[in-house]
Each structure stands twice: as C-alpha cells, then as structure tokens.
C-alpha cells in the first residue's frame, strides 16, 4: 500500500533514486557518486545527480560546474540544475556560502531536501543519484522516510576498520527498508602512473567479507589512482578524463551492475497479478 504523503514528495518524472552512501567520511563517496552517475548517463540512461551532502558539498567542484553557480529560479520558484558531462546537478553547494560553517537543523535540513526532490526540475530521469553525507543522521533518515528509494549503494574501503562503519549503514538500510543494491570497494589497490601496474596495498578479503557478513553483494573494487584525486580538482570525473584507465572500466562495470540490481529489484517488486495482465 502506497501511503500518498510518500508519493507526493517523488519528483514526477523519476524513475529510480539511488542513494550512494557511506559509514564515514573520506572514503570517496562523492567521487564513486560522480563517476557512477556520468557512467550511467554514458550509457544512455537520462540521469540527475542531487548532492545532498550538505557538510561537505563536493559535487560542484567534482562536476567542474563551480560552487558559484546560480541555479535560475523560475516565476514558479521551480529551480533548474545544472548540467554537467550529460548529467542534472543539483547540489547544497549552491545555495551556501563556501566560507561559512554549515549549521543546519532538523527543519530547516528537512526542507532543504524535499525542496530538492520536489522543486528542483528534474524532468524525465531513469536515475537520480542521491550523494548522501556520511554516516547515518537527519539526511539519511528524512530521505528515506519521505520518497521511496530504489536501493542504497555502499562506499567503504578496504581497511577492516571500516567494516565496523559499513555495520552502521547497513543496519540503518535494512531499519528504514531501504534494499542496499550492493557495495563499492574504494581505493582497493594502487595504480602507478609510471607503469600503469596495479599493486594492493591493504590486506585483501574485506570485500569479501562484506558479502559474507551482510550479505551485501560487491559490485566493483576501486583502485587509488592520482587520476582520480586529478579529476576531481579539475572537474573531470575520471570515466571522461581517462575512458580507458582500470578505475574508469572499474566504475563503467560498477554502474552496470548496479542499473542491473535496479531493474531486477523493480521487476520483482511487481506484484504477480499485474504481470499476468500485462503479459
Ligand atoms: P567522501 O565523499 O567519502 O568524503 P571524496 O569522494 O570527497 O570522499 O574523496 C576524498 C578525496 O579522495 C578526494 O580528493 C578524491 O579525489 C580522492 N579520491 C577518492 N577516491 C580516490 C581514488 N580511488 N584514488 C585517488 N583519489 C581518490
């Protein structure tokens, strides 16, 4: 049963919001964020990109759009995104004063967000990428609750240390009934600019373990690569800076898996009966 307050709060033409979250700060969600929706959009789904990581609102800069930007506001006060590498942007980052410290609170937090979801002009999108802030706090909880999301993607890192994070996300999915698509693996191993060789660098098996501790499947393992750190300070996602580096075949494959949960996600999710009858 559809509760019609959820309903009324899902931007009309969006097919699928998919939240990319994480434990912790700094493991790179907002570059898998990035990567993973230009990825999408290359492939040939319309997609947005809505940069709910109000403490640290890197999207912006990572899109190569600019914290300055002035998203125009319409006599409707319906708001147009930017458009980045194909990709919708909307992000907290434009409407904040970059030198200023965020001070948010409930309300005022919960308004933002669906301000986002309902206000901002979307259009038609196959995806919405949702960059949530780390952890598990006001944001999580008033997305969540408030529009019904196709899934949940984890960002982590190898170091087993962060597993115990991973424990706390995973836990607050499975609590808001948010069904958690899979994992991203940051940061994996190292790639050398020189030789273009890949070496591990952390103890191996932490992937692993998150499918066999939460049952959470992996859907790609990221390696470190100064590529990535340069895309993000120059504005070019590395799927379009470096189309045939090991990390940007590493998120191309990642994005397919995930579209992939999606569409199995929704098929099933369909009741019997309404299959029976459109069949
Ligand atoms: P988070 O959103 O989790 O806080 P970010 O995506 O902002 O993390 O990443 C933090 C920093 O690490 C950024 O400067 C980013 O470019 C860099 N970074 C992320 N992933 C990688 C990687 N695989 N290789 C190199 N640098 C990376």
New binding site residues.
Partial sequence: RKDPRIESAMPPGVKNLIAVA?GK???????VAANLAVALAMDGAKVGLMDADIY?P?QPQMMGVGAGYQPEVDKDNKIAPAEAYGVKLMSMGFLMDPDKPVIWRGPMLHGAITQFLKDVKWGELDYLVLDLP?GTGDVQLTLCQTVPMAGAVI?TTPQSIALSDVRKAVAMFKKLNVPILGAIE??SGFVCAHCSKETKIFAEGSAKALETKFGVPLMGT?????K??DG?DTGKPIVVSAPDSI?AKAFRDAARKVAAAVSVRNASSVPLETKLVKA
């Fill in positions: 994480a700060g700094g493991v790179g969600k907002s570059t640290g890197n780390p960002v940051n940061m990221i390696p470190l690569d100064p990535i750190c993000s990390p």
